[in-house]
């Protein structure tokens, strides 16, 4: 599944979670956003960012039950904005016009979905080496 495919499936679950309000979101728009958003300076989803946010904030159970088969545990608002951080939502909320709390209603659905589908299937522990492979790359990378 391409980085397209996987923006598109958070797209929709971002909407249809925000729809039920009447927000009538562009989903064109709603895939940008989400792809500023999670990307990193190369355009890819930045898992190994979002997996490091995680680690320091004490939800690496999130990460396990994203990237790992199995269900999807749920994330809370407060949560979406400890991995991203406040500036970065707030820039996401005004792109598509929204205040921060429909924004990170939406991306309390969209989030889980993007990191299951951008690990190929659950895969990607296997292929870094669990969770404290997943934290070794990231530390890597972030010189952490």
Known sequence: MDMGDIMQIGAQLFQSKLDKDGDGLDIGDITSALTGL??????????????????AG??????????????????????????????KISEFAGKLGLDEGSALNGLTEAIPAIMDKAS????????VGGISGAIGLASKLFGK
Not at 39 to 51: E, H, L, R, W, Y
Not at 61 to 72: C, F, I, K, P
Not at 120 to 127: R, V
């Open 38 to 55: 999670v990307s990193g300076d190369d355009g890819n989803i930045d898992i190994s960012s979002i997996v490091s946010s995680l680690n």
């Open 58 to 87: 004490g939800l690496m159970s999130l990460a396990s039950s994203w990237l790992g088969d199995g269900d999807n545990e749920e994330i809370a608002p407060e949560q979406v904005t400890e991995i991203f951080g406040s500036e």
């Open 120 to 127: 190929s299937g659950g895969n990607l522990l296997d292929a």
